[in-house]
């Protein structure tokens, strides 16, 4: 049987309330830093080929998500017009793919703004992840007021080893997690929307492509064109048609 506790308002006042308060203040703080150390030189014009690739896996994309709406004489030309390993607009030579990697790779001003985005985010969430293992660590601080299951216990309850514990409480150690891959609506009403900071994203993020990378984004949408399955939606309009009419009429 879980037991019930009772927390004691002091934790909400010197625990709770200040460990969110300097989450927000923590994340304002590093997009400002992040913002100061961007380089200042203006950004080049995009390359031509990358624009028109680009546009390629639009026109493919689209092609993909609207496939029902052509026939499928029509689905099989384009479908080759993109995906023919000869000439398709979606086929990337080995030595392009090759060639473009390592252009991307030896740009120093990319690499220096990959590596200042890393540190920003690296450096203030280490520091803040120690600062609230060594005050705040073993503390129940709040709890959630609709029960859950027992595979959510790991998640909320990190550093309390009490199985005793019903699930609903929350640790201090997961109220930090929470808040830091939570407050990305916060932190768009105050920053706004197109400079909100997600710290889930930037983790997933690290270490990651470069900017645009025409082998992964051609080679990926030709996969997902190779493997789709047409279906035509005219012959079922009419059925369709007929069923919405139906539920018109019964209303």
């Known amino acids: 049987m879980a037991e019930e506790l009772v927390l004691d308002t002091a934790i909400r006042d010197w625990v709770l309330i200040p460990l969110s308060v300097v989450m ?19 950004s080049p014009s995009p390359d031509p080929k990358l624009v028109r690739e680009g546009q390629v896996v639009i ?11 052509i026939p ?11 995906t023919n390993e ?30 200042k985005k890393n540190l920003s985010m690296i450096v203030p969430q280490t520091l803040t992840f120690a600062w ?25 309850q990190n550093g309390i080893d009490l199985s005793t514990v019903d699930v609903s409480y929350v640790s201090s150690r997961s109220w930090y997690f929470l808040n830091l891959f939570g407050l990305r609506g916060l932190f768009s009403l105050i920053l706004g929307e197109e400079n909100a900071t997600d710290d889930a994203q930037k983790m997933m993020q ?22 789709i399955q047409h ?3 005219l012959p079922k309009m009419e059925r369709h048609a007929e069923d919405v009419l139906r539920k018109l009429l019964k209303k």
């Open 206 to 227: 690290m270490g990651g492509g470069m900017g645009f990378n025409p082998t992964m984004s051609l080679g990926a949408e030709k996969d997902s064109l190779d493997i």
């Open 231 to 233: 279906d035509w939606a």
């Open 59 to 69: 026109r493919a994309r689209n092609l993909r998500s609207n496939s029902q709406f």
């Open 24 to 42: 927000v203040l923590i994340g304002v703080l590093r997009y400002f830093v992040s913002k100061l150390m961007r380089s200042p030189a203006a």
């Open 132 to 156: 609230v293992n060594f005050f705040f660590s073993g503390f129940v601080a709040a709890k959630i007021p609709f029960p859950l299951t027992q595979r959510f216990r790991g998640m909320l």
């Open 72 to 82: 499928a004489k029509a689905f099989k030309a384009r479908k080759v017009y993109y």
């Open 86 to 115: 000869e000439n398709g607009l979606l086929h990337v030579p080995k030595e392009d793919a090759q060639k473009a990697q390592a252009a991307m790779f030896s740009d120093p001003n990319m690499a220096m703004d990959m590596m």
